[in-house]
T-cell receptor
Framework: SQQGEEDPQALSIQEGENATMNCSYK?????LQWYRQNSGRGLVHLILIRSNEREKHSGRLRVTLDTSKKSSSLLITASRAADTASYFCATTPLSRGGFKTIFGAGTRLFVKA | SQTIHQWPATLVQPVGSPLSLECTVE??????LYWYRQAAGRGLQLLFY??????ISSEVPQNLSASRPQDRQFILSSKKLLLSDSGFYLC??????????????FGEGSRLTVL
C-alpha cells in the first residue's frame, strides 16, 4: 500500500495563479520530499523537509509539514505553463530503516497559458 | 557530478520472453539503489532496493528479480515476462552504504510493453 496520498488527483489553473497540492501519509517519517515528473520522464527532486521542520521555501515553492496531522502541502506561486507536470510526495518512514522512499499517486497539474 | 544511466529507453517484448534492464551510476560510491515501477497515470511502486553489492531487498512478490553485480550497477530481470509486467521502470540512487536516504536521483526510465 502507498504511504502517501496526494490531493487533488488533478488540478487545472491559469498561468499566474497559485497551485496547492496536499499529501497525507500514514506512519512516522524521517523526512518528506516532493518530486516533479514531466510526461514520460524520470522524477526530479524539488524539496525535502525533515520531520522537525514545519515550513521550507525554495524559489516559488513553499512546503509545509504537519506531523501531528501526518500531512504536507506544496504551494507553487505565480505558476507558469512550464510548471505543467505531475507532482509526487514521498516519505521515508522511520519503521523502514530509513532506506526506503515511498511515493504517493501524484497530482497532475495543468497550467493554462 | 553524479549521473545515472538507464537502458534501454523503450522495449517491446512478447509474453514469455526474458527481460534485462540495466542501470549504472557514476560519480558516487556505495550508493543505495532502487527500482520502481510506474503504471500509466499512477504513482511509483518500489520493487527492489540495494544497500550494497549482492544485497537485494524485495518489496513485493512478483515475476521480477534484481541483482547488483558491481557497486554502481543495478539490473532488473525476468525469466518469462507477463502482460502485467508492462510499465515504466525507473532506477534511482540516493544516500550511501545503507545510510539514511534523503533525496533520490532518477534515471530517465525504461518503458516496457509486453504483448
Amino acid at each position: 500500500s502507498q504511504q502517501g496520498e496526494e490531493d487533488p488527483q488533478a488540478l487545472s489553473i491559469q498561468e499566474g495563479e497559485n497551485a496547492t497540492m496536499n499529501c497525507s501519509y500514514k506512519t512516522s517519517i524521517n523526512n518528506l520530499q516532493w518530486y516533479r515528473q514531466n510526461s514520460g520522464r524520470g522524477l526530479v527532486h524539488l524539496i525535502l523537509i525533515r520531520s522537525n521542520e514545519r515550513e521550507k521555501h525554495s524559489g516559488r515553492l513553499r512546503v509545509t509539514l504537519d506531523t501531528s496531522k501526518k500531512s504536507s502541502s506544496l504551494l507553487i506561486t505565480a505558476s507558469r505553463a512550464a510548471d505543467t507536470a505531475s507532482y509526487f510526495c514521498a516519505t521515508t518512514p522511520l519503521s523502514r530503516g530509513g532506506f526506503k522512499t515511498i511515493f504517493g499517486a501524484g497530482t497532475r497539474l495543468f497550467v493554462k497559458a | 557530478s553524479q549521473t545515472i544511466h538507464q537502458w534501454p529507453a523503450t522495449l517491446v517484448q512478447p509474453v514469455g520472453s526474458p527481460l534485462s534492464l540495466e542501470c549504472t551510476v557514476e560519480g558516487t560510491s556505495n550508493p543505495n539503489l532502487y527500482w520502481y515501477r510506474q503504471a500509466a497515470g499512477r504513482g511509483l511502486q518500489l520493487l527492489f532496493y540495494s544497500v550494497g553489492i549482492g544485497q537485494i531487498s524485495s518489496e513485493v512478490p512478483q515475476n521480477l528479480s534484481a541483482s547488483r553485480p558491481q557497486d554502481r550497477q543495478f539490473i532488473l530481470s525476468s525469466k518469462k515476462l507477463l502482460l502485467s509486467d508492462s510499465g515504466f521502470y525507473l532506477c534511482a540512487w540516493g544516500g550511501t552504504s545503507g545510510s539514511l536516504t534523503g533525496e533520490l536521483f532518477f534515471g530517465e526510465g525504461s518503458r516496457l510493453t509486453v504483448l
